[in-house]
């Protein structure tokens, strides 16, 4: 049994010793409250007690509360810019590492007792040659911003080396030994440059399976996005966690108590709305109106960017996550991770088209068959047939 004790830690030991990659030393002078628990989750497998993965759940809401927060701040100058660097790419850039320095560099500070392993989609090649230096400049001075203000008052100024150090942290190849941080830094690019959906995602692989993921979505509404329901409140900004065996959980990103999430119970395909990409270069609309009509789903899609989507289906917004990326796109695992562990543990079930559950633990690839499909356990099987049907029909027809 775990003992949960309040520890007043200070950072400057804590961000400055052991493993810690950064050269030069940050002075934190704030204090922390953390929990401390007698129960080691690290070296006894990956369903230990009750509270195994406590203080890494801590650590990754943290990291991605905190990028969520300079991710908005981008967000926001982007909306209120003129419609010339609308069309300009680099301020997604400049979110995209800013939050992916923010996570590397919170985690490893947090955990400063464990071998720190990162599988994150950016790094800094970009950044290091002579035109990277204006955007890495805009990239120092947001990081820094961001935790100045936001939490780590007190730090001392990172540095671009600082910076960019903590980006390439996230060169990890995963795998299915030890412990590997799994990061999407902006998921749904497209829907943060439109001012729509996107998500920051973070995971823990252990052994090869996902222990713990949270998803930072700070576009997406407290009340349900479902076609079938009715749109009440506009309050925006949602934190979903999960770890393994414990359930899955919604929080407002400013930080409210939690509340237990559950995917829909609806077994009749009539009754149940899917979601899918807002993109169709990234999922195929017309796969999955076969799909859907098969089954006799009356309700239009929900089209959203990102992981939200898992976010949105483990609460019950809707019943069905239908993706069917074009032939030759490579799925990578930090697209998946953390939704997938969200959902499973509201009861869903996330497989690929064949039915396959999901392998985390090739590396940073994540290879499945045509597509994925989440929704509940009761209508897995009968959306499995829809999918099969669908797929030979596509296939006969090619
Ligand atoms: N051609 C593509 N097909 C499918 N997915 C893509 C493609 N290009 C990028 N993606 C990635 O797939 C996800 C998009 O999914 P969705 O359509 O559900 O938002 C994002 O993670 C996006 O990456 P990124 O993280 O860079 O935005
Ligand atoms: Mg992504
Ligand atoms: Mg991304
Ligand atoms: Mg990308």
Not at 34 to 41: K, L, M, V
Request: glycine share 8%; aromatic share 6%.
């Amino acid at each position: 049994m775990a003992v949960c004790s309040l520890r007043v830690i200070n950072f400057r030991t804590r961000y400055c010793s052991g493993e810690s990659k950064f050269k030069k030393p940050i002075n934190f002078s704030r204090f922390a409250i953390r929990f401390n628990s007698s129960s080691s989750s690290s070296s006894q497998g990956v369903i230990a007690s009750t509270m195994a993965y406590e203080k890494e759940l801590a650590a990754a809401k943290k990291a991605a509360t905190l990028a969520a927060r300079l991710c908005q701040k981008v967000q926001k100058a982007l909306l209120q810019s003129d419609v010339h660097s609308k069309s300009d790419k680099s301020p997604v850039t400049v979110a995209d590492y800013g939050s992916q320095a923010i996570v590397s560099f919170v985690l490893e500070g947090e955990l400063p007792s464990e071998p720190f392993s990162l599988v994150a989609e950016e790094d800094s090649g970009d950044l290091r040659g002579e035109s990277g230096q204006e955007t890495l400049k805009r990239i120092t001075e947001l990081v820094n911003d961001t935790l100045t203000s936001e939490a780590l008052d007190g730090f001392s100024t990172l540095t671009a080396e600082d910076i960019t150090r903590a980006i390439d942290n996230g060169k990890s190849e995963g795998g299915s030994s030890g412990r590997h941080w799994v990061l999407d830094p902006i998921d749904g690019t497209k829907g943060f440059l439109r001012g729509d959906q996107y998500a920051i995602a973070l995971a823990l692989l252990h052994e090869g399976k996902v222990v713990l993921g949270v998803l930072a979505c700070p576009n997406l509404p407290l009340a349900s996005i479902g076609s079938n329901q009715q749109h009440s409140g506009n309050e925006v900004g949602c934190l979903f966690f999960a770890t393994v065996g414990e359930g899955a959980y919604m929080q407002t990103l400013d930080g409210s108590s939690k509340t237990r999430v559950h995917v829909s119970a609806t077994e009749n395909p009539e009754e149940a709305s899917f979601f899918e990409s807002f993109e169709a270069a990234h999922s195929s609309h017309d796969l999955s109106k076969s799909i859907t009509e098969k089954l006799g789903v009356k309700v239009p899609p929900v089209r959203i960017d990102s992981q939200a989507k898992y976010g949105a289906l483990s609460r019950g917004d809707g019943t069905i996550y239908l993706r069917f990326p074009h032939k030759g796109y490579r799925e990578k695992i930090w697209d998946h991770a953390a939704g997938c562990i969200v959902v499973t543990e509201a009861g869903g079930v996330a497989t690929d088209a064949a039915g396959n559950p999901l392998d985390f633990s090739k590396g940073r690839f994540l290879d499945v068959a045509s597509g994925i499909i989440v929704t509940n356990q009761k209508l897995m099987p009968q959306l499995l047939r829809a999918v099969k049907e669908s797929l030979n029909e596509k296939a006969s027809s090619l």
